[in-house]
């Protein structure tokens, strides 16, 4: 695995192979609220080989085997604009770095709502995303408050095969979604301004978000696709793979 510093921070990145021939805008993905380069496991590769494109999966800070974030429950606790910091900040960061314009960006969960707000302000060749927040509702606190007590069992054992510091990887994340701070947290107008072609992807079964999170994407100068999938909970790329990776593939067979 690879580590490259952006701005004074190591992230961890794993780069994928595309196919030979007529260069096509690589795919960045972007991971959910604990997840990490590892926790997709092979799926990127499996988008990459079915639509030719090269990729690029790298883990935020605190996740992964990237830097973790001092005092993360002090000092280090994540701000509400944590995601537009990623989206403002970091990315345009690392892509510079890397020599990388226009990208797809394909993100899930917290990974989704930062690819639309970096869409919102940057060129993008197209913009996936799965599960993305662009509001906080009651029932993603509800199930965010039952992984906080899931943590004290089983699911912090579960987590440590992904997370160099588990710990720093579950707390920035469930801290900031449980604090009276974020509840403001609304990018709508943000999805507004996106000009890039976009797929929202959402699952029927999905305790972490309702509908309604794909509906008010709503952007209202670009392309839009929405897609229900039926059977499936938070994660597309896991509980309907096969469904999400076919839909991926047809949204961006004609994109450039």
């Known amino acids: 695995m690879e580590t490259i510093r952006v701005n004074g921070v190591a992230l961890e990145v794993q780069r994928l192979e595309g196919a030979a021939g007529r260069p096509r805008a690589p795919i960045i993905f972007l991971h959910e609220g604990l997840g990490s380069v ?22 935020r800070r605190g996740y992964g085997n990237s830097d973790a ?11 509400p ?10 990315l345009p960061a ?15 969960s917290d990974g989704g709502s930062i690819a639309l707000l970096h869409a919102s302000r940057h060129p ?31 699911l912090r054992e579960r987590l440590k095969r992904y997370h160099a510091d588990v710990d720093v990887a579950f707390w920035q994340w469930n801290d900031i979604w449980l604090s ?12 507004r301004r996106i000009t890039a072609p976009v797929l929202a992807m959402q699952g029927v079964d999905d305790v972490y978000g309702t509908m309604r999170q794909v509906e008010e994407i709503a ?38």
Not at 38 to 53: I, Y
Not at 69 to 79: F, I, K, S, Y
Not at 81 to 90: I, L, S
């Open 94 to 108: 690392l892509l510079a770095q890397l020599g990388i314009a226009n990208p797809v960006l394909l993100g899930h």
């Open 180 to 191: 009276p701070a974020f509840r403001g947290f609304d990018i709508r107008p943000d999805c």
């Open 38 to 59: 590892a926790m997709w496991r092979d799926w990127p590769r499996q988008v990459c080989e079915a639509t030719g494109r090269a990729g690029l999966v790298y883990s």
């Open 81 to 90: 604009d944590y995601m537009h910091r990623e989206a403002w900040e970091v």
């Open 124 to 154: 993008v060749a197209a913009c996936v995303v799965m599960a993305p927040h662009v509001v906080v509702e009651d029932l993603s606190v509800r199930s965010i408050e039952e992984a906080r007590d899931a943590y004290e069992g089983s």
């Open 219 to 256: 952007p209202t100068q670009g392309p839009f696709e929405m897609e229900k999938l039926p059977g499936c909970g938070h994660s597309p790329h896991r509980d309907q793979p096969e469904a999400s990776l076919q839909r991926v593939a047809r949204f961006l067979a004609d994109r450039r």
């Open 69 to 79: 974030v001092p005092d993360v429950r002090g000092a280090g606790r994540l701000a």
